[in-house]
């Protein structure tokens, strides 16, 4: 199906469930599969929740080829989030401002974040995922996603993330962070924002950090057990490795 915004699935207001559906071949000018507002302002507890659900293929004109959101938490377990585009925007996967997304045991793969230009209170950018306010994946794959500008997996503004025994790979940004880019403003950097663990980030490209390009003010730390796939700093700016990282003494490919 067609529409401005959420092709195929429009909702704003209450409390949303998805579970065990396929949310494919639509198209919109926002969200192409899913166009989500939570009005509730913190009342309602999981607003959005998705579980063991494919939305494939769906396209916005603009931004969130698969979902686009704003204002609200968000939880994605055991789905997965695939071959979407965002054609003038960011966010083939997900387009999501002021929201929380948890998601666990699933996969986001093959979207495409087309745009140059802002669009809906983000920058371009983020194949995957772009977002502001806070990543939280488990046990999850972000794979095979392009970006015409940053983030090839991830892209995160103003973003806390936390990620724990996820993989990100084969993912591409024509600029920076094949893997993952983030993004933060001195007045608005946070102490804590987030940290990795038992997680895999390898064979991503990008021109600068095709692993990871974490820009000024970005406190994301490693907590160890990570993989990364470039030698040394070559493959993450802005990012330290913990003393039991494990990082190649040749580019794994």
């Keep these: 199906s067609s529409g401005v915004a959420g092709g195929g699935i429009?909702?704003?207001?209450?409390?949303?469930?998805?579970?065990d559906s396929l949310v494919a071949e639509n198209s919109s000018d926002y969200g192409g599969g899913l166009l989500f507002y939570d009005?509730?302002?913190?009342?309602?507890?999981?607003?959005?929740?998705?579980?063991g659900s494919h939305f494939l293929n769906n396209t916005a004109q603009h931004s969130g080829g698969g979902i686009?959101?704003?204002?609200?938490?968000?939880?994605?377990?055991?789905?997965?989030?695939?071959?979407?585009?965002?054609?003038?925007?960011?966010?083939?996967?997900?387009?999501?401002?002021?929201?929380?997304?948890?998601?666990?045991?699933?996969?986001?793969?093959?979207?495409?974040?087309?745009g140059?230009?802002?669009?809906?209170?983000?920058?371009?950018?983020?194949?995957?995922?772009?977002i502001y306010g806070g990543l939280d994946a488990k046990n999850s794959t972000i794979s095979g996603n392009y970006s015409v500008t940053d983030g090839g997996g991830i892209r995160?503004?103003?973003?806390?993330?936390?990620?724990?025994?996820?993989?990100?790979?084969a993912n591409t940004a024509a600029s920076a962070g094949g893997g993952m880019?983030?993004?933060?403003?001195?007045?608005?950097a946070e102490d804590d924002q987030g940290w990795l663990t038992g997680t895999l980030i390898a064979g991503n490209s990008a021109a600068t950090g095709p692993e990871v390009h974490f820009g000024p003010y970005v406190t994301v730390t490693s907590h160890g057990d990570n993989l990364f796939?470039?030698?040394?700093?070559?493959?993450?700016?802005?990012?330290?490795?913990?003393?039991?990282?494990?990082?190649?003494?040749?580019?794994?490919?």
């Design 116 to 130: 140059e230009v802002d669009d809906a209170n983000l920058g371009p950018g983020g194949g995957g995922i772009n």
């Design 10 to 19: 429009y909702h704003v207001g209450d409390r949303l469930v998805i579970e």
């Design 39 to 51: 009005l509730s302002q913190g009342v309602i507890e999981d607003p959005l929740v998705i579980i």
């Design 68 to 114: 686009r959101a704003a204002d609200s938490p968000i939880t994605v377990i055991d789905s997965s989030i695939s071959g979407n585009s965002a054609i003038h925007g960011g966010g083939g996967g997900f387009s999501l401002f002021l929201c929380r997304l948890q998601i666990s045991g699933s996969t986001v793969s093959n979207n495409s974040a087309l």
């Design 181 to 188: 880019s983030l993004v933060s403003q001195d007045w608005l």
């Design 156 to 169: 995160g503004e103003q973003t806390a993330v936390w990620l724990t025994s996820t993989t990100i790979t």
């Design 229 to 253: 796939g470039h030698t040394g700093n070559a493959g993450l700016v802005g990012l330290s490795q913990a003393a039991d990282d494990i990082v190649p003494t040749a580019t794994l490919v």
